[in-house]
């Protein structure tokens, strides 16, 4: 019976029956009770002096921007991540463009582990 043999390996890999995980379903229910997320927006960006680095996934160029070119037609909240869905790159002109905060580089290794 196909039915039969879905539900036990729905069962033996531990998902429900509408195909969520349950580990996964579990873990994310604790997560969003302690640590609500929140992605960084432009406006952290700028209060903190930060750029916007963007990376474009078909050509690999990059290039660091200012948030302020963005608030005035995205708004003070738009989310750091998103921003790639609005952008092209100006190498390639591909949209597949990925966006996230410009961390300052600290020329070396910040932390020993072992």
Known sequence: NKTRTSSYVAKLYG??????????????QQIDKTEPIRPVCLDDLKQDGLLVFCW???????????PDAFIPTLGRHFPVPELGQHMRCSHCR????????????HGGQIARHG
């Open 94 to 105: 591909a949209r597949d463009v990925t966006t996230r905060p410009a961390w300052p580089s």
């Open 56 to 66: 474009c996934n078909r050509c690999s160029h990059h290039a660091e921007l200012s």
């Open 15 to 28: 998902y429900t029956k509408d195909g969520l995980h349950i580990m996964g379903h579990y873990k994310r």
